[in-house]
């Protein structure tokens, strides 16, 4: 590896770092949103047999305490809904921080192969030039 290379070595490693990082959080936040909309289908499945169920003769103090309770729910609804879309834009941000540091780790990358061909390049030239050398030396004698 080229001094060059080495030197970026560091960098890469920590851009490397970052990436990973930025990849874990991202999964994690997609599972917060995934359990977030599981929260919403259970909640949404939940009124919908509760107001279903029975559905027999209720006296009025039955009938108002299930409406209040289906407004309840109605507003956790709303809640988990407003939860839900916090949770996709927080997504979002997590992507696009785990684009940014995937391209700035793919950059030192290609940075540090390019230097890595470079030496490589150098070294084959050094080689050829002491072989031709050698050669010129024993056509001399």
């Known amino acids: 590896m080229s001094s060059r290379a080495k030197q970026l070595q560091p960098a890469v490693e920590q851009a490397r770092q970052r990436s990973e990082d930025a990849l874990a959080k991202l999964a994690a936040q997609q599972q917060h949103l995934?359990?977030?909309?599981?929260?919403?289908?259970?909640?949404?499945r939940y009124r919908q047999e509760y107001a279903t169920s029975g559905t027999g003769a209720l006296s009025v103090t039955a009938l108002l305490n299930r409406q209040t309770f289906i407004e309840r729910i109605d507003q956790a609804i709303v809640q988990q809904t407003t939860e839900i879309a916090r949770q996709a834009r927080q997504l979002?941000?997590?992507?696009?921080?785990?684009?940014?540091?995937?391209?700035?780790?793919?950059a030192l990358g290609s940075v540090v192969a390019q230097h890595r061909e470079h030496e490589r390049r150098a070294e084959d030239r050094q080689e050829q030039a002491e072989v031709d050398e050698r050669m010129q030396h024993r056509r001399l004698r």
Request: proline share 0%; charged share 35%.
């Open 34 to 44: 995934a359990k977030a909309e599981h929260q919403l289908s259970e909640l949404q």
């Open 92 to 106: 979002e941000q997590v992507r696009d921080h785990w684009k940014q540091t995937h391209a700035r780790e793919s």
